[in-house]
């Protein structure tokens, strides 16, 4: 059983309602424990990620979120530098899963954080358990 910490950007809350709701079922399934963190947004899902690693409480975490493109520049910043961070932390050998959506409008983001559709938050949950199984198989 791994102690799991989802960080959860709530800048569109509907949608990450079913992107947390289908992790939280992907890791329950497996008899996982989660917690849920929220932020206000993507950007400051990794520094929260950062913070929570240093805490040495958590096996692995879950970064949930939803960009939507707008009219400036400022969907290349928060789509680009929330996952640039996270790989970051990913290359340290904190094992994330990224479920951060990085798409052009709301009809995009609802089939992708839909648990009985693309289920990102239930993909991004199992990459996240995948990234653990390869830490224990490598002996970190
Ligand atoms: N536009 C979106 C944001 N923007 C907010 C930033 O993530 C950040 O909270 C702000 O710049 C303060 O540091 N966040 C999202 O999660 N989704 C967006 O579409
Ligand atoms: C992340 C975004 O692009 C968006 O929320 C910001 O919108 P805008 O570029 O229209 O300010």
């Known amino acids: 059983m791994a102690d799991i910490l989802i960080v959860e950007a709530r800048f569109y809350a509907h ?6 709701a289908g992790a939280r079922a992907a890791l329950e399934a497996e008899g ?3 917690e849920v963190l929220t932020v206000p947004g993507a950007l400051e899902i ?3 990620i950062a913070l929570a690693a240093e805490a040495d409480r958590y096996d692995g975490f879950v970064a949930i979120g939803v960009v939507i493109r707008g009219e400036t520049y400022h969907f290349e910043i928060v789509a680009g530098e929330s996952a640039r961070a996270i790989m970051a932390l990913t290359m340290d ?3 994330i899963g990224n479920g951060i959506l990085t798409v052009e409008n709301e009809a ?3 089939v992708r954080a839909d648990p009985a559709q693309k289920d990102k938050g ?3 949950a199992k ?3 995948a990234l653990l199984a390869l830490q224990d198989r490598f002996g970190r």
């Open 46 to 48: 990794p520094g929260a």
């Open 127 to 129: 990459a996240a358990l």
């Open 32 to 34: 996982h424990k989660v």
């Open 108 to 110: 995009q983001a609802l």
């Open 122 to 124: 239930g993909e991004a």
């Open 15 to 20: 949608l990450n309602d079913m992107l947390v």
């Open 93 to 95: 050998g904190i094992a």
